[in-house]
């Protein structure tokens, strides 16, 4: 079973690198991975992945790619290699015997860019290119291959009653394609499940504790319904940015799911 922990992805949107540093510093002990999306990475690009990496996480790319299919798959090939080639830090022993020896399996074990997003709406040829792309780009850097999931309807849309047609017709759409799985809110997670099966990933962002304001988001859940209904990570940003403890509200969050033993 995954631990409560390995599905948690805090969402580093802030300003600068310094900024997200000292939130990675203070939460990796509990965080495994985290989310660098448009902000961070049009202002500073793979150092701010590289940075993830070298204190020991591991990054889901939120770059929701849409443009021709070509310009995607070179996107989602860029991305799958991205810093692949950095120094993994004092912390992790590393020789030079090549893609077969210790550094080979060590660059497996830490691929830097573990999952990332394209968005649905560019269509089927997009799709089958981006996934075609993380898959080639794997096997030629000797990486696990990153997720590659569909942006379906931005959490920061209000429900409509087409809403959760349009993620399932979405989610079928990147189902054959050939990408793993999809971004979507925890109220369409368990249709989805049932639809798609348990080995189609399902990423919930909009997660916040009870009585947390909604900021601008629309359809959002508490980690505990996200979980219960089916999804395989949770996003979570200013309720843990924003704390006064962030590993504390980190720590609460796992720990009220791990009550619940999903």
Aim: glycine letters at 8%.
């Amino acid at each position: 079973m995954q631990d409560i922990s390995d599905k948690l992805i805090v969402a580093l949107d802030v300003p600068t690198l310094e900024e997200a540093e000292r939130f990675v510093k203070i939460l990796i002990p509990e965080v495994h991975y985290f989310k660098i999306g448009i902000q961070l990475l049009s202002a500073y690009g793979p150092d701010a992945v590289r940075m993830v990496t070298r204190h020991g996480g591991q990054v889901f790319l939120d770059s929701k790619f849409h443009d021709i299919p070509n310009t995607v798959f070179q996107a989602v090939s860029a991305s799958t290699g991205v810093a692949c080639a950095i120094d993994f830090g004092p912390h992790v022993a590393v020789d030079s015997s090549g893609p077969s020896g210790i550094q080979g399996v060590l660059r497996a074990a830490i691929a830097p860019v573990f999952m990332m997003t394209v968005h649905i709406k560019g269509g089927k040829k997009m799709l089958q290119r981006a996934a075609m792309a993380a898959q080639e780009k794997a096997q030629e850097l000797n990486i696990i291959k990153p997720y590659v999931v569909g942006v379906t309807v931005l959490t920061s849309d209000p429900p409509t009653e087409q809403t959760l047609e349009v993620v399932l017709d979405r989610a079928g759409l990147a189902k054959e394609a050939g990408l793993d799985g999809v971004v979507c809110s925890a109220h369409e997670t368990k249709v989805l499940k049932e639809k798609f099966g348990r080995d189609f990933i399902i990423v919930n962002p909009g997660i916040r504790p009870k009585d947390y304001p909604a900021d601008d988001q629309k359809r959002t859940a508490t980690a505990q319904e996200a979980l219960a209904a089916g999804a395989d990570f949770i996003v979570v940003g200013r309720p843990i940015l924003k704390a006064d403890d962030p590993l504390k509200a980190a720590r609460e969050i796992i720990s009220a799911c791990e009550i619940k033993k999903f």
